[in-house]
């Protein structure tokens, strides 16, 4: 067993809510299609990666759209819910995907037009600010510290 496939217990509240076609070519087992479903969606892989033991990985990808279709997956949220007298709550945030630059926080904008307009926000006039300086000398400007900043007489 692996760390995402699912418990008997797990499976036994999930079964009942599953679509049963009992004519035509018998399914490929459910249980198994819905680990190998679990361990796509848990591990983040692409389903090209899926692990063998799970079977094709065409069944698992065909069978979690169909099943979003017809809103399969609606059905097994409620059955979960109701085996825990809807008193759950489920946040991963380890499926939670971002962009790498996300999790940066904005930078300033240091261009001339920036500076430019900081300036003038702050009393000193448009030849006072000259493209390329940096922000940093405006901010010195405002505590009267200007030793650091170049004159603009």
Not at 110 to 127: C, E, F, K, N, W
Not at 142 to 150: G, M
């Amino acid at each position: 067993m692996s760390r995402y496939d699912l418990t008997d217990y797990e499976w036994r509240v999930i079964e009942p809510p599953l679509p049963n076609k009992p004519r035509g070519v018998p399914r490929v087992d459910d249980r198994r299609v819905l680990n190998g479903i679990f361990w796509v969606l848990r591990s983040g892989a692409p389903w090209r990666d899926l692990p063998e033991r799970y079977g094709p990985r065409t069944t698992c990808y065909n069978r979690f759209v169909r099943w979003r279709k017809a809103d399969v997956w609606d059905r097994l949220m409620n059955a979960i819910t109701a085996a825990h007298d809807g008193d759950i709550q489920m946040i991963d945030s380890t499926s939670i995907r971002a962009h790498q630059q996300a999790a940066t926080a904005k930078t300033p904008d240091t261009s001339a037009d920036a500076v430019l307009q900081i300036a003038g926000r702050l009393g000193y006039p448009a030849a006072a600010a000259v493209a390329g300086r940096s922000i940093a000398c405006i901010r010195d400007w405002t505590n009267e510290a200007t030793t650091s900043c170049p004159s603009f007489a």
